[in-house]
Structures are given as C-alpha cells and as structure tokens.
C-alpha cells in the first residue's frame, strides 16, 4: 500500500510542509519618463512612473501634476488663466433645466405646475436670466395672467410672485398692461382668501414700481391704495400691505403731489397709529417717517404736525401692552426710535452694504423702503442682483455693472474659503466646550 506521504493533499502531509516567506524583489530606481512630443512651456502634464524590474512587476502611476503650480512668477499658484468651459456648461444646464420648467407651466396637473413655478421662482431671483427671457416673455405672461385668473390658493400666490419677479429681470419691458388688470381684479374680490388678495395687491404695487414709465400710472395707484388703508373694516393683511405699497410707490412719487399727501393723508396715517397690528403700528410709522423727509426735501413746510406726530410716536415707542407678545412690543419700540429721531431731528439710520468690490448706502428712508421690498422678493439672491442686474442697479443709481477680472474672482474665491475656515474652526471649538461642559455635569 501506497503511504500517506505520497499524497501532497493529505492533511498529515499539509502539516509537514515548510512554508517559506516570500520574498519580494528591490525595487529599482524610479526614472523620470521624458514628456512626449508636442508637450512644451511646462504647462502640459508630466508622468512620474514606476518602472516595472525584469520579473515582470506591475508598475504604477504616482502622480500627475501641473509644472505651472510650481511656476517662479506666482509662488500663491494663481496663473491667471482660468477655464471657462465649466461655467459655460453649467449655464446651458441651467438653461436646458429652466425651459424644462417653463413648459410645465402648462401641465395639466396642478401639482406639476407648482413644482414648475417653485423651480422658476428659484432661478430667478438667484440668477439673472433676461438675456434668456428674449422672446419667451410673452408665452410667461400669458401663464401668468391665466395662473392668476383661475389658480387658486398657493398656485395663485406663487403667480402673483413671478410676475413681481419677471418685473425685476425685465424692467420697463416688463408687459404691465396685461399683468394690472388681472391682480386688480383679484386683490378687489371679496371671494378671494385674504392672503391671496394681498399678495396680488403687493405685486400690482411693486409691478409698477419697478416698470412703470408714466407718473401718472403711480398716482392713480396710490389713490387706490390710499382707499384701502383707510377703510378700517378690512382685514389687518390687506391694510398693512395697501401700506406697504403706498409707501413704495410714494419713494418714486413726483415731487409736486408731496404737498398734497402731506394735507391728505398725515391725519389717515396718525389714526393708524392706534392699530391692535405690530405689522400696522410699523409700517404706517414708516409711512409717515418718509413722507416728513420727502417732505423737507421739497421745502414743503410741516413743523405745524411734526409736534403732534412726534408725541404720537413717543407713545408707540414707549408702549408696553401686555397683549402683545414680547418679540413685537421690541421690534416697535426699536422702529419707532428711529421715526422719532426722523421727526425731530431729520437722522436716518444709515446702513452699508458690501456689494463685491463695491458698497451700497442706505441713508435715506426711500432707499431703505427699496431695499426692503426687494429684499422681501428676492431674499439672499438680492446680492446677485445688485452685482448684475442693470435693472435693480439703477433703482439705487450704482451706476454700469463693473468689469470683474479674473484675478478678483480668484481673490473672492479665496476669501470665501478662508472665512468659512476660519468659522468652521470657531464652531468646532465652541461645540468642544460645549461638550465638555455636558461632561463634567454628568
């Protein structure tokens, strides 16, 4: 018979084998394989291989970098030559994705269509686009006008919104004459829900703001909107935003009707003073405030009210009904001592916004009336606009849009890296002590 040894598989055998380690070849030295032909200037990419020995070893790849980072004439990196191609097809995606929406706008199904305006309602107020709407403004306002017409509830509101928004891209090409008549209709009809009636009566108001050429069109509509805050019997949404509006319209007002406004209205305006609506108490305080500097400006004489109207405001910056809760009685005393200061003294809280290289200046109550109904429109994308949006720029008179060079990119880019670093190291460290203080109560 044959022995166990004589078969390698075997377990006795297994256990009898030596298992010798394995020992793996030197590697030689790397070589740096020469650029191939057409490569020049050291800005094309060099390869640093591993050469494979006689055995037939796989070789490997270790880098592949750029000479020009390592140039002489720039040790920070920055060359000054930035591709493009990038940004450009991320602007044809966009393009391609928005006209995508814009022709669910006509979906038959309600919720598709809203997702449509919600997307739409999105890119524009963080992009500028009106070179993109050349030729497709009518086809919107057409949706729009129907949207307004026969949508209701949140599909009617977001209508209302992107015909504020179109006014914004477009300017005075925007197409008032089809948009006024239908949120006329709308913010007048008591079938309506009150929301959605004061969110038409906010768009006709900035529409026209933003759009309208004649001063006589502002006029008419401040006389309409002067009708509604004054009827008391309304709801307190569609008086503080007839308010709202009367006040953005009066910043753009011709400057005879001031005169007028000021016998009208100061009387209408006091009694609103006294409103159970924070919202209310505010904006016709605001209302009021720019109608005095509006009124200084034009030499009309108005001490004879300012006395009146200044005790008028002490009051509300010194009330403390308890029926309020506590985050409105603080906002309405902080705004009203800014309306007293106005009254008496003719100051403004001056704010300064930091646009890029550039900086914005809000001392003056029409301004800071502009820029908070923009703001309110275009949230966070107000900065974008202010940057590039001719049309948002001439309402503060910033003049042509600068000329961005590349290297200002690449130092806000940097900037902006540098300070989200730096705030990310701080939240780190303020979260290590909150965590530490956890742990020792424990």
Not at 280 to 309: H, K, M, P, W, Y
Request: aromatic share 6%; proline share 3%; hydrophobic share 40%.
């Amino acid at each position: 018979r044959g022995s166990c040894y004589d078969d390698v598989s075997h377990p006795r055998c297994l256990n009898s084998i030596n298992v010798l380690p394995l020992v793996m070849p030197k590697n030689k030295k790397k070589k740096v394989v020469p650029p191939e032909t057409g490569l020049s200037n050291g800005h094309q990419a060099s390869a640093i291989v591993t050469q494979p020995d006689d055995e037939g070893d796989t070789g490997s790849v270790i880098s592949s970098m750029d000479g020009s980072i390592f140039s002489d004439q720039d040790p920070s990196g920055f060359t000054g030559a930035v591709d493009d191609s990038s940004d450009d097809q991320e602007v044809i995606r966009m393009e391609d994705i928005l006209l995508e929406n814009i022709d669910m706008l006509t979906d038959k199904s309600s919720k598709t269509r809203l997702s449509a305006l919600t997307y739409v309602d999105k890119t524009f107020c963080q992009k500028v686009v009106s070179d993109f709407l050349t030729g497709r403004v009518l086809e919107l306002m057409e949706v729009i006008t129907k949207g307004i017409k026969r949508a209701s509830g949140a599909e009617r509101c977001q209508n209302a919104r992107m015909a504020m928004l179109l006014s914004v891209q477009l300017g005075t090409e925007f197409d008032l004459a089809s948009a006024k008549p239908v949120l006329t209709t709308a913010m007048n009809d008591a079938s309506i829900p009150v929301m959605e009636r004061a969110m038409c009566l906010n768009a006709l108001g900035f529409c026209v703001f933003m759009s309208a050429i004649d001063s006589l069109e502002v006029v008419k509509l401040m006389e309409v909107f002067e009708g509604f805050y004054s009827n008391r019997r309304l709801n307190p949404s569609l008086i503080q935003a007839a308010l709202n509006s009367w006040s953005l319209l009066l910043t753009v007002a011709p400057q005879m009707l001031i005169r007028q406004l000021v016998d009208r209205q100061f009387s209408v305006l006091q009694t609103l003073l006294g409103s159970d609506s924070t919202g209310i108490n505010i904006s016709s305080g605001q209302a009021i405030s720019l109608l005095f500097e509006l009124a200084r400006d034009c030499d009309v004489d108005v001490d004879g009210e300012s006395s009146e109207v200044a005790d008028a405001l002490h009051d509300m910056a010194a009330d403390s009904n308890r029926y309020k809760g506590r985050k409105d009685r603080s906002q309405q005393r902080s705004c009203f001592r800014d309306f007293v200061e106005t009254i008496e003294d003719g100051s403004v809280p001056e704010k300064h916004i930091k646009i890029g290289s550039e900086t914005l200046k809000l001392d003056t109550w029409s301004r800071i009336i502009q820029y908070g109904a923009l703001r309110e429109i275009l949230g966070n994308g107000l900065h974008a606009h202010l940057q590039s949006n001719e049309v948002v720029r001439e309402v503060f008179s910033m003049g042509p849009i600068p000329v961005v060079t590349v290297a200002d990119r690449y130092l806000e880019k940097m900037e902006k890296k540098y300070f989200n670093a730096r705030y990310s190291k701080m939240r780190t460290k303020a979260r290590s002590k909150q965590r530490d203080k956890r742990s020792d109560f424990v």
